[in-house]
Structures are given as structure tokens and as C-alpha cells.
């Protein structure tokens, strides 16, 4: 990526999630000439959240590496502002390419939207209706000052309408992250992974983030006891995020034979390990999407979803540490059975048809 000509994009990335979401937009957007700068914030900065990701999913190097690092959400974001804005004084760009609902993503388009740079939120509308999360105050502040919204999937269109989004800046363009999903599926091997960490079929996989269930001692401490009730049945395996070790730890999570904690995997490791399991444990915004087209049972343990598509048109389903074990027992005893449909335009070609629209604009913009 060349930063030297006048005419630029800027995409900002910065968390795990943002990469899968980015690759396929950076690399239509190749085919189309513009010229691309990639921003990495460094939110995420472990090798196994940030750079594997880089490795594998063919993504150029970053031009700019922020190098914010963790904090607050005020002092992440406000390091994020104040080093983009001196960027894009210096160099102004045509659009704002931002991502998902992470902090960088917020406060970049902040930034953007007061220099009168124009703002694209790919992944727009999605909703939680839970303002308690970090994540959904990120999207609804994201969606109100971008210019261009493209959603991926119909219920992201009507909230965006009922927020008072014009039509004429949404886009149902579909799911960049599933088009990384459907491009790599040939390299995704279950009996590779399953050999690496010596597991034996059947086993069940575990990711655990949110502030919501791993912060509160109290709160991680009952996650904890229901993954051990999962762990009863059938071996749990956990690629644990940093966020939660200290908390899980000090809950005893490792204290069951049936339980084995590793390090974040790489996004193919990662893959292969979901593909071959009876089924998974999660708070993740990614996996309940990816289990969706994987066909592989979801139990998401939140009260909510801002991916309902992923309980009409997939596998997912919402569940307590209570609730949990129940419907694990009908997964495991063959209970749970799903239509085979996925979700509208979720077809691989949803980085294309967001390039398509980006192109279209610059165009516009320069005449
Ligand atoms: C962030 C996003 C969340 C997303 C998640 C994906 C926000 C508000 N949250 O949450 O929406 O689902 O990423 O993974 O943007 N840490 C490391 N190494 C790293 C990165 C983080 O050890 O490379 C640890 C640090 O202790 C840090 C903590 O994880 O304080 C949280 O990181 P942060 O980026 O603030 O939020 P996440 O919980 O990762
Ligand atoms: N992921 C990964 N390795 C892991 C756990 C997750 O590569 O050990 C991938 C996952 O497949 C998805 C992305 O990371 O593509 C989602 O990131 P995360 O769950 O951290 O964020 P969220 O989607 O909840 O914002």
C-alpha cells in the first residue's frame, strides 16, 4: 500500500475481529485501483490477537501501526483520536473506512466526522439495544455520523431507518467476515488441529470475553461453574482471551480435568478447531456468525444479541449459566435440529459489493 498520491482511503483496524472483516473490503478494493492506506491502531497488539491474523488472511502490513496499546475506554479512544487526527491533518483522506464496533472503530469516526472526512462503517445497524455494552455505544455513535452504512443483515437496515438513517446510505451488502470465512475453507483442518492439542471427538470449544461475564469476580466465578457442568459431559476446550485469564483463573477454571485452557489460536487453527467440534460455548460477536454458516451448534452466553439472524437463519441460541447445560443435553442427545438456510447475502461476495459502492462514491465525490 502506497500512502503518496492525493486520492487515498484510510482503513482504520485495531481489535481481532476488525482483520477478518478488512481483508476481503482491502482486497476488492484493489481490483478497483483506489489507492488504500491500512491504519492498525495496535488495540490489539499479542502476536495471536494482531499479527497471525496479518500472516494468515493475506492482508498487507500495515502503513501505520498507532501502537495505542490497552487502557480505559476513554484513554484507548482518546490515544486513538489525538494520533489520527494529526494524521489525517496532514494527510487528508477521501473516506474513512472503519469496522465492526471496537473502540477504534468510535474513534476514528469521531476524528473523521470533524474534519468533514467522510465516514464507512462496515458491519452498520447491528443492535444489542444494550447500552450497558461498550460495543453498542460505539455502534449507535459510529452509525449517526457515517456517511455510508453497510449492514449485513436485513434487521441492521430497519434499525438504521428507524434511527433516521437515510436510505439512499444503506447498504445491505452482506458479511465481509463470512467472505473470509468462505475463501479459506479449504485450509480450515480440524484433524490437524485435534492432532496438534491431542483431542479426541467428542469435544466442545469455549470463547469467553465480555466485560459482562469476566470482569465481576462474582459473575466469573458462575460462568466458571457452568463451563465445569459443560466440562461433565463432554471435554471443553478454551483458547482463552487475555481479558478473562487473571479473573477465570482465580475462579478455578483449570480445576477440571475435562477443561484444557490454551492461548488464543490463529484464525485457522481457530476455524478448524470450531469445524470439528459437537458444538460451542460463546460470547463473541465473530463465532456466532461463523458457527451459523459451519452448521455447528452455538450456545451464546449473553441475554442478547445484536445477531438475531444468527438464531432465525443459523445455529445459535441465547442461554444463562443456568440454562446452559440443558441445552447442551439436547445438543449432545440429538435434539437440536436446524433449517438449512443461512442468512440472506451471506455468500462471499460481500467485500465486492462493498467496493463496488466505495468506488462509486469516490467517483462521485471527485466530479
Ligand atoms: C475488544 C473490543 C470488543 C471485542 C474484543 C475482541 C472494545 C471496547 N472492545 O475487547 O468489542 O469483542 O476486543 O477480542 O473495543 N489484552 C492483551 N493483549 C492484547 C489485547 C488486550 O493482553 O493484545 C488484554 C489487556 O489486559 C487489556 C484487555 O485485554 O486491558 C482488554 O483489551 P481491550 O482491547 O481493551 O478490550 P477487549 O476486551 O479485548
Ligand atoms: N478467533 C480466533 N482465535 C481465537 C478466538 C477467536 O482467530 O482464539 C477469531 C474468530 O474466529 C472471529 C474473531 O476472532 O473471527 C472474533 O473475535 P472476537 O471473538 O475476539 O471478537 P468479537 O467478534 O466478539 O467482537
Known amino acids: 500500500m502506497s500512502p503518496t498520491a492525493s486520492h487515498h482511503v484510510v482503513h482504520v483496524t485495531g481489535a481481532r475481529p476488525n482483520f ?79 469496522y465492526g464496533d471496537v473502540n477504534s472503530t468510535v474513534a476514528a469516526s469521531l476524528v473523521a466526522a470533524k474534519l468533514h472526512i467522510p465516514v464507512a462503517h462496515v458491519e452498520a445497524g447491528l443492535r444489542s439495544f444494550d447500552r450497558t455494552m461498550p460495543e453498542e455505544v460505539n455502534r449507535v455513535v459510529t452509525d449517526s455520523l457515517a456517511d455510508l452504512l453497510f449492514t449485513t443483515s436485513p434487521d441492521a437496515n430497519v434499525h438504521l431507518g428507524s434511527e433516521g438513517v437515510g436510505a ?101 487453527e481457530f476455524i478448524g478447531l470450531v469445524r470439528g467440534s459437537a458444538g460451542v460455548i460463546t460470547d463473541s460477536g465473530g463465532v456466532q456468525e461463523e458457527t451459523t454458516m459451519l452448521g455447528v451448534p452455538c450456545l451464546t452466553l449473553r441475554p442478547n444479541t445484536e445477531r438475531p439472524v444468527t438464531i432465525t437463519h443459523g445455529t445459535n441460541e441465547l442461554v444463562t449459566e443456568q440454562t446452559l447445560v ?8 440429538g435434539r437440536r435440529t436446524f433449517d438449512d438456510v443461512t442468512p440472506p447475502l451471506w455468500d462471499g461476495h460481500a467485500g465486492e459489493r462493498i467496493a463496488v459502492v466505495i468506488a462509486r462514491f469516490l467517483e462521485d465525490a471527485r466530479s
Do not use: C
Not at 480450515?188 to 485435534?194: G, L, N, R, V
Not at 476446550?237 to 483449570?254: D, K, N, Q, T, Y
Not at 440443558?326 to 449432545?332: F, G, M, S
Open 20 to 98: 477478518p472483516k478488512a481483508a476481503p473490503v482491502i482486497r476488492a478494493l484493489s481490483s478497483h485501483g483506489i489507492r488504500q492506506v491500512l491504519v492498525h491502531t495496535g488495540q490489539h497488539y499479542d502476536p495471536v490477537m494482531s499479527e497471525v491474523f496479518f500472516q494468515q488472511l493475506g492482508l498487507p502490513e500495515p502503513d501505520v501501526n498507532l501502537g495505542v496499546g490497552s487502557g480505559s475506554h476513554a484513554h484507548q479512544t482518546a490515544k486513538v483520536m489525538t494520533a489520527l487526527e494529526d494524521m489525517f491533518i496532514a494527510d487528508p483522506p477521501q473516506l474513512v473506512v472503519v
Open 326 to 333: 440443558t441445552h447442551l443435553d439436547a445438543i449432545i442427545n
Open 168 to 268: 439512499d446510505k444503506i447498504h445491505f451488502v452482506g458479511n465481509p467476515m463470512i467472505d473470509t470465512l468462505l475463501s479459506n475453507l479449504e485450509i480450515f483442518d480440524a484433524d490437524a488441529i485435534k492432532a496438534d492439542l491431542g483431542l479426541v471427538e467428542p469435544y466442545l470449544v469455549a470463547t469467553l470475553h465480555r466485560p459482562a461475564n469476566v470482569d465481576d469476580p462474582v459473575q466469573a466465578a458462575a460462568v466458571v461453574a457452568a463451563l465445569h457442568q459443560a466440562a461433565d459431559r463432554r471435554h471443553v476446550v478454551i483458547p482463552l482471551h487475555p481479558r478473562g485469564r487473571a479473573s477465570f483463573e482465580a475462579a478455578g477454571l483449570m480445576d477440571h480435568a475435562s477443561i484444557t485452557v490454551i492461548e488464543p489460536l490463529g484464525y485457522v
